[in-house]
C-alpha cells in the first residue's frame, strides 16, 4: 500500500511522468489544431522541451500550462501551414487516424467531416473551441494560452460553435452499425454492383479524394449521386484489372471506413459519413505523406510493405519523451544513438536528412541528447 502510494505521489510530481500522463491528449489537441500528425508530434516534443527547461515546482496546473504551449505552437505552425495548403494540389484533407482493433468508442465527437470544417475557422477561432468546448478549459486559460481577454474568447468559440453546427453529426449511427455499411459499400464499389451502391448513398453524397498531386486522385469533390455513381462505374472497370486488396475495417478519424491498398501498391483510407442510414461522404485519403504513420504493425498488422521515412528527425519521435536517457529502448540501440548524433555534429546538418524548417529543433535537441548520455560516451563524442 505504501509503494503504491508512493508510486502515486511521484506520478503527480515527477516531471517527466506528469508529461508522459498528460501527452495523449496534447497530441490530440495539436492534431486538431494542424490536422497533420507528424506536425501534431513535432509541436508536441517541441513543448516536451520547453516543459524540461522550465522550473516545473512553480507551475501549479502543468495540463493547463503545457496546453497554452501546444496552442501558441499550433497557433505560429499555423500561418506557414496556411501558406503551403494555397498551393495544395486538389482537395486537402487532415491526414486519417484509424482507431486501434478492438479500442472502445471515441473519447470526444470530433470527427472528420468536423476536422475538413475546422479548415474554414480562422487560427483563433479554432484554438478557443478546441480548448472549450473539446477539451474543457475555462476561459480564462483559453485567453491565457491565445493572448486575448477572456470575453473575446466566448465569442470566438461562439462564432466557432455556430459555424461548425452543421458539420457535427445529426443522427450518428453505431459502430457496428457503421461498420456493417462499410462492408456493404466497399463489397458493392469493388464489385461494380451499381444497384447495391445506389441504395447505400444519399441523394446530395459527395466523394472527397486527396492525392496531394503525388498519385491519382479526382481533383474536385464529385457532388451529386450521379457524379459519385459515374465515378464509381469506372473505377469498377479498373478493379477488374488490378482488384483492391482489404487490408481491414474500422473506425477512421470517427467515421466507419477501411483501409485497402490499391493499384501500383497505393496505401488508401476510406471514411464514411452516414446520416439517417445512408453515406453523405466518401472521405479518401491517398496522398502517401499522409498515410506514412499508418505503416506500422498495430493499424496494418504488418500487411503493408511500403518504404517509411528514414529522416533522422523521425527515428527519435518515439522515445524522446521518455527519460530513460534515450538509450536503453531496443529501436533505439545507444550506437545507433551515437552514431546519429555525431552525424548532425560532425557531418552537417543538412546531411542527416533535416530540412531547414527542423533545424532549429534539432540543435536544441541535440544538446538534450548530449546532456543526457553517459559520460564516456559524451566525451567520446566531443573528441
Same mark, same amino acid.
Given at each position: 500500500?505504501?509503494?503504491?502510494?508512493?508510486?502515486?505521489n511521484?506520478?503527480?510530481?515527477? &516531471?517527466?511522468?506528469?508529461?508522459?500522463?498528460?501527452? &495523449?491528449?496534447?497530441?490530440?489537441?495539436?492534431?486538431?489544431?494542424?490536422?497533420?500528425?507528424?506536425?501534431?508530434? +513535432?509541436?508536441?516534443?517541441?513543448?516536451?522541451?520547453?516543459?524540461?527547461?522550465?522550473?516545473?515546482?512553480?507551475?501549479?496546473?502543468?495540463?493547463?500550462?503545457?496546453?497554452?504551449?501546444?496552442?501558441?505552437?499550433?497557433?505560429? @505552425?499555423l500561418?506557414?501551414?496556411r501558406?503551403?495548403?494555397?498551393?495544395?494540389?486538389?482537395?486537402?484533407l487532415?491526414?486519417?487516424?484509424?482507431?486501434?482493433?478492438?479500442?472502445?468508442?471515441? $473519447?470526444?465527437?470530433?470527427?472528420?467531416?468536423?476536422?475538413?470544417?475546422?479548415?474554414?475557422?480562422? *487560427?483563433?477561432?479554432?484554438?478557443?473551441?478546441?480548448?472549450?468546448?473539446?477539451?474543457?478549459?475555462?476561459?480564462? !486559460?483559453?485567453?491565457?494560452?491565445?493572448?486575448?481577454?477572456?470575453?473575446?474568447?466566448?465569442?470566438?468559440?461562439? %462564432?466557432?460553435?455556430?459555424?461548425?453546427?452543421?458539420? %457535427?453529426?445529426?443522427?450518428?449511427?453505431?459502430? !457496428?452499425?457503421?461498420?456493417?455499411?462499410?462492408?456493404?459499400?466497399?463489397?458493392?464499389?469493388? /464489385?461494380?454492383?451499381?444497384?447495391?451502391?445506389?441504395?447505400?448513398?444519399?441523394?446530395?453524397?459527395?466523394?472527397?479524394?486527396?492525392?496531394?498531386?503525388?498519385?491519382?486522385?479526382?481533383?474536385?469533390?464529385? $457532388?451529386?449521386?450521379?457524379?459519385?455513381?459515374?465515378?464509381?462505374?469506372?473505377?469498377?472497370? +479498373?478493379?477488374?484489372?488490378?482488384?483492391?486488396?482489404?487490408?481491414?475495417?474500422?473506425?477512421?478519424?470517427?467515421? *466507419?471506413?477501411?483501409?485497402?491498398? @490499391?493499384?501500383?501498391?497505393?496505401?488508401q483510407?476510406?471514411?464514411?459519413?452516414?446520416? +439517417?442510414?445512408?453515406?453523405?461522404?466518401?472521405?479518401?485519403? %491517398?496522398?502517401?505523406?499522409?498515410?506514412?504513420?499508418l505503416?506500422?504493425?498495430?493499424?496494418?498488422?504488418?500487411r503493408?510493405?511500403?518504404?517509411?521515412?528514414?529522416?533522422?528527425?523521425?527515428?527519435?519521435? $518515439?522515445?524522446?519523451?521518455? %527519460?530513460?536517457?534515450? $538509450?536503453?529502448?531496443?529501436?533505439?540501440?545507444?550506437?545507433?544513438?551515437?552514431?546519429?548524433?555525431?552525424?548532425?555534429?560532425?557531418?552537417?546538418?543538412?546531411?542527416?536528412?533535416?530540412?531547414?524548417?527542423?533545424?532549429?529543433?534539432?540543435?536544441l535537441?541535440?544538446?538534450?541528447?548530449?546532456?543526457?548520455?553517459? *559520460?564516456?560516451?559524451? /566525451?567520446?563524442?566531443?573528441?
Amino acid at each position: 500500500m505504501i509503494t503504491q502510494q508512493r508510486q502515486l505521489n511521484m506520478s503527480q510530481t515527477d &516531471p517527466d511522468l506528469v508529461f508522459a500522463r498528460l501527452r &495523449p491528449r496534447l497530441v490530440r489537441l495539436a492534431y486538431r489544431m494542424l490536422g497533420t500528425v507528424a506536425d501534431a508530434e +513535432d509541436v508536441v516534443q517541441d513543448t516536451w522541451l520547453r516543459w524540461l527547461a522550465t522550473d516545473q515546482k512553480a507551475v501549479r496546473e502543468p495540463a493547463a500550462f503545457l496546453r497554452a504551449i501546444v496552442t501558441r505552437l499550433c497557433l505560429n @505552425e499555423l500561418k506557414s501551414a496556411r501558406r503551403r495548403r494555397e498551393i495544395y494540389i486538389g482537395t486537402w484533407l487532415p491526414e486519417p487516424i484509424v482507431e486501434p482493433e478492438g479500442a472502445e468508442d471515441g $473519447v470526444d465527437d470530433i470527427t472528420l467531416p468536423l476536422m475538413v470544417a475546422l479548415e474554414s475557422l480562422s *487560427p483563433l477561432e479554432r484554438a478557443a473551441f478546441l480548448l472549450h468546448d473539446v477539451f474543457g478549459a475555462g476561459f480564462d !486559460e483559453v485567453a491565457e494560452a491565445i493572448g486575448r481577454e477572456a470575453a473575446t474568447c466566448r465569442k470566438l468559440a461562439s %462564432r466557432a460553435r455556430d459555424r461548425l453546427r452543421t458539420a %457535427r453529426p445529426r443522427f450518428p449511427v453505431t459502430k !457496428e452499425h457503421g461498420l456493417k455499411i462499410a462492408s456493404a459499400f466497399f463489397a458493392a464499389s469493388r /464489385s461494380g454492383d451499381i444497384v447495391a451502391l445506389r441504395s447505400l448513398l444519399a441523394e446530395d453524397v459527395v466523394a472527397y479524394a486527396d492525392g496531394g498531386g503525388k498519385v491519382p486522385a479526382s481533383s474536385q469533390p464529385l $457532388v451529386g449521386l450521379h457524379m459519385v455513381l459515374e465515378r464509381h462505374a469506372a473505377l469498377a472497370r +479498373d478493379f477488374t484489372v488490378t482488384p483492391s486488396r482489404l487490408i481491414r475495417y474500422g473506425v477512421i478519424s470517427g467515421l *466507419p471506413g477501411f483501409i485497402t491498398v @490499391e493499384a501500383d501498391g497505393i496505401l488508401q483510407t476510406t471514411a464514411l459519413q452516414i446520416e +439517417d442510414w445512408k453515406i453523405v461522404g466518401v472521405y479518401v485519403t %491517398r496522398n502517401p505523406d499522409k498515410l506514412r504513420h499508418l505503416i506500422s504493425e498495430e493499424v496494418c498488422g504488418g500487411r503493408v510493405k511500403t518504404a517509411t521515412s528514414t529522416k533522422v528527425h523521425r527515428l527519435f519521435r $518515439v522515445s524522446v519523451q521518455f %527519460r530513460t536517457d534515450l $538509450v536503453v529502448t531496443p529501436i533505439f540501440p545507444e550506437n545507433l544513438l551515437v552514431n546519429i548524433v555525431g552525424l548532425c555534429e560532425k557531418s552537417g546538418w543538412s546531411k542527416a536528412g533535416l530540412d531547414h524548417r527542423q533545424l532549429g529543433f534539432w540543435r536544441l535537441f541535440y544538446g538534450f541528447v548530449q546532456a543526457r548520455l553517459p *559520460p564516456p560516451i559524451r /566525451s567520446g563524442l566531443n573528441r
